[in-house]
Structures are given as C-alpha cells and as structure tokens.
C-alpha cells in the first residue's frame, strides 16, 4: 500500500468516527429543537379557546391574517429598524473599544473590566437602573434633558412616541457592545504582526494599518456577530418589555413584545403561533441563503 492510500484510508476512519460520536448529540439536539418547531405549527393551524379547550383546525387562516394585521406590519418596521440600528451600534462600539483595549497602555486591564460591566449585569437590573435615570421626575438624564429645552417638564424619552424605540436602542446599544468587543479583540490577537510590520515597510501609517490590514482580518468576525447578535436581537424581549412594554401607543413594539401581547393578553394562541412561525421561517430562510452564498464563494474561491 502506498503512503497516499494509506492516509485516505487513516481520514475516512477518522471522519467516520467522529460523525459516529457526533451522532446521539445531533439526534437529541433535533429532537428537542424539532418538537417544539411541530408544535408552534400544529397550533397555528387551529383556533384554540382556553375557556373549554375546544380546538377548531382553520388551516391556514391565521397566516392569512397576518397580512390584514396593520400593527403587525409597523411592528415588523421597528423590529428591523430595532435590529439594524442595534447591530450597527454593537459592532461599531465594540470595534472602538477592542482596538481601545488592544493597545498596550498602563491600567489597560482595569479598564478591559469596566467595559465589561454594562454585559455582566443582569438585564432586569439594567432596566431598572436606566428607567432610574430616565424618569421624567427625578431621573438624571430626563432631568438633564429638560433643562437644556430638549425635553418637556416632567416628560422621559420612553414616554414618547418619537423617542421611545431609539432610547431603548441605545440601551441595547450600551448592554451589548462588550459582546462584539470580546470577539474582535480575540480575533486580533491572532492576526500575524508581520502583516503590520509590511504595512510599515510600505509607508502605511496608523489608518492604512486599520484599513488595510485590521478589518480585513476581522471580516470572519464580523460575519459571526452579525449572524449571532442579528438572530439574539430580532428577538429580544427582556430589555423592551422591562423599559416600555413596547410603548408608547406601540412606537417600541418588537416582534418579541407584540407575540407575547397576542398570547398572554388576547389568549390568541393559533394567531401567535402563527407568526412565530412565520418569523421561524424567515430566519431559516435567511440563513439558507447565507450558507449558500457562503459556499458558493469558497467554491469560487
């Protein structure tokens, strides 16, 4: 047998056990997340009544219904404004605080752990504490705000249709950078040095450093965190429904926040099944199309 035959041989068994040993995982992985996936279906295809449990199959009605629910429709504006605002404001911030923390200054490590704070803390204690600050009465931001004309006595940018969606942004904003900044840090550090040390020998300065060697590098972490923040923010609910409970007058409503209304508010079961499964789909569909176009460029490649 020759050497090349040999190692084919060596690579087949090894792929093949690792596929055996991946194999009860992957079974219990789709077992737990495949039923509840059938149930949310099976559910939106009937309309439920709690009182006496009666189950009435209306095939597809309730996805017919979606597309005559006017708030659902501006619901699903703020969810993406919701999400692309956030996702920009995460990956942008925690760009600018890891190439902060990457530098090699004196009484960088106490600072890479104040950064870390705004992640650790608990939502509900993050929600608490800037609903604190933006009270419209004694809230140190809203107060601030009033006395410089931008906001009325009394009032709080959570309370205001206009406002409302954008201040609990900056708050996801501010709770989330730490996340993108871990990532993007740890990716620097296995960018090679010499690539810099070329981009010097050239006559790069700092910028042309950033441009040219930095983000490029950082392109596979980005793609990540968009994938994982972007599914993580679409929906969210915690930090909404403990800030404004997706108001005032829905202007902060997130798709998260109008299913639990359905269900827990209007006892629509069928209905919330529904478009969570609509929602359901459209992920699964956007992550189709980005494994595809993903592999079609390493084909290319």
């Given at each position: 047998m020759t050497p090349a035959f040999l190692r084919r041989t060596l690579t087949g068994r090894q792929q093949r056990a690792g596929m055996a040993f991946a194999v009860p995982a992957a079974l219990l992985f789709a077992a737990i997340l495949a039923y509840p996936i059938f149930e949310s279906f099976r559910t939106s295809l009937f309309s439920i009544n709690l009182l006496t449990g009666d189950a009435e199959f209306v095939g597809l009605d309730n996805y017919t219904a979606i597309a005559s629910d006017r708030p659902l429709l501006t619901t699903i504006g703020n969810t993406l404004l919701w999400t692309v605002l956030s996702l920009v404001g995460q990956l942008g911030l925690g760009l600018v605080a890891a190439l902060l923390i990457d530098a090699d200054w004196r009484g960088m490590r106490w600072i890479r752990q104040l950064l870390l704070i705004p992640y650790v803390i608990p939502v509900i204690a993050t929600a608490l504490v800037w609903q604190w600050m933006l009270d419209g009465h004694y809230g140190i931001i809203s107060g601030n705000l009033q006395s410089w004309g931008w906001l009325p006595e009394g009032a709080t940018p959570l309370g205001l249709e206009g406002s409302a969606l954008f201040t609990v942004v900056l708050v996801n904003i501010w709770r989330g950078f730490p996340f993108a900044m871990l990532v993007y840090w740890a990716r620097m550090q296995g960018i090679d040095k010499g690539q810099y040390e070329a981009a010097r020998v050239d006559g790069a300065g700092p910028w042309r450093?950033?441009?040219?060697?930095?983000?490029?590098?950082?392109?596979?972490?980005?793609?990540?965190?968009?994938?994982?923040?972007?599914?993580?923010?679409?929906?969210?609910f915690e930090l909404v429904w403990l800030l404004s409970r997706g108001g005032p007058a829905g202007a902060s409503e997130v798709l998260s926040t109008y299913i639990y209304k359905v269900l827990m508010g209007e006892f629509q079961i069928g209905y919330a099944a529904a478009i969570a499964s609509s929602v359901g789909l459209f992920l699964a569909a956007v992550g189709l199309a980005g494994w595809l176009v993903t592999r079609t460029r390493r084909r290319h490649a």
């Amino acid at each position: 047998m020759t050497p090349a035959f040999l190692r084919r041989t060596l690579t087949g068994r090894q792929q093949r056990a690792g596929m055996a040993f991946a194999v009860p995982a992957a079974l219990l992985f789709a077992a737990i997340l495949a039923y509840p996936i059938f149930e949310s279906f099976r559910t939106s295809l009937f309309s439920i009544n709690l009182l006496t449990g009666d189950a009435e199959f209306v095939g597809l009605d309730n996805y017919t219904a979606i597309a005559s629910d006017r708030p659902l429709l501006t619901t699903i504006g703020n969810t993406l404004l919701w999400t692309v605002l956030s996702l920009v404001g995460q990956l942008g911030l925690g760009l600018v605080a890891a190439l902060l923390i990457d530098a090699d200054w004196r009484g960088m490590r106490w600072i890479r752990q104040l950064l870390l704070i705004p992640y650790v803390i608990p939502v509900i204690a993050t929600a608490l504490v800037w609903q604190w600050m933006l009270d419209g009465h004694y809230g140190i931001i809203s107060g601030n705000l009033q006395s410089w004309g931008w906001l009325p006595e009394g009032a709080t940018p959570l309370g205001l249709e206009g406002s409302a969606l954008f201040t609990v942004v900056l708050v996801n904003i501010w709770r989330g950078f730490p996340f993108a900044m871990l990532v993007y840090w740890a990716r620097m550090q296995g960018i090679d040095k010499g690539q810099y040390e070329a981009a010097r020998v050239d006559g790069a300065g700092p910028w042309r450093e950033f441009l040219h060697v930095t983000l490029p590098n950082l392109r596979s972490a980005t793609l990540a965190l968009l994938a994982l923040r972007g599914i993580w923010t679409l929906m969210y609910f915690e930090l909404v429904w403990l800030l404004s409970r997706g108001g005032p007058a829905g202007a902060s409503e997130v798709l998260s926040t109008y299913i639990y209304k359905v269900l827990m508010g209007e006892f629509q079961i069928g209905y919330a099944a529904a478009i969570a499964s609509s929602v359901g789909l459209f992920l699964a569909a956007v992550g189709l199309a980005g494994w595809l176009v993903t592999r079609t460029r390493r084909r290319h490649a």
